[in-house]
């Protein structure tokens, strides 16, 4: 009886350590590089160099520099001649995976037009971000 529950306890501690495994990761140099989510930023895809009100009255929420995709000369999304901004969001209040995605669930619910991806965190770099091309 106690070599099965050894046994047991054995299986028990080797599944708990493989839930743990990160599930984000990407493939850098031909290696599966691992990430975790950093929910202190996300990136932010706008049509215009504004941010929109709802995020403005966000008082946990900053933005850094607003930058040109400079696509204008490409068709993005069946529109010609559409060029659009960018900008980083640094949310100073810390949250869980659970509140990150449905803040920026509600930020992309309430405005039609932007585009929102979420920030990871790797070994090396403590700000890995998506984009709109990525």
């Known amino acids: 009886m106690k070599k099965l529950v050894f046994a047991f ?3 028990l501690l080797y599944l708990a350590g493989k839930a743990q495994t990160p599930y984000y990761y990407c493939n850098y140099e031909g290696k599966k590089k691992y990430l975790s989510l ?3 930023y996300a990136f932010l895809s706008l049509n215009k160099q504004q941010l929109p009100a709802d995020i403005q009255k966000r ?4 933005s850094f520099d607003f930058y040109s995709d400079k696509i204008c000369r490409y068709q993005y999304q069946g529109k010609k001649g559409t060029s659009r901004y960018y900008t980083v969001l640094h ?3 810390k949250m869980s995976e659970k509140q990150y995605f449905e803040l920026l669930a509600d930020i992309k619910r309430n405005n039609k037009d932007v585009i929102i991806s979420p ?3 790797s070994e090396s770099d403590d700000k890995v ?3 709109n091309f990525f």
């Open 129 to 131: 971000g998506l984009s």
């Open 91 to 93: 949310f100073e209040e």
């Open 9 to 11: 306890a054995i299986i």
């Open 59 to 62: 008082k946990s929420v900053k």
């Open 38 to 40: 950093n929910t202190g």
């Open 119 to 121: 920030y990871f965190k």
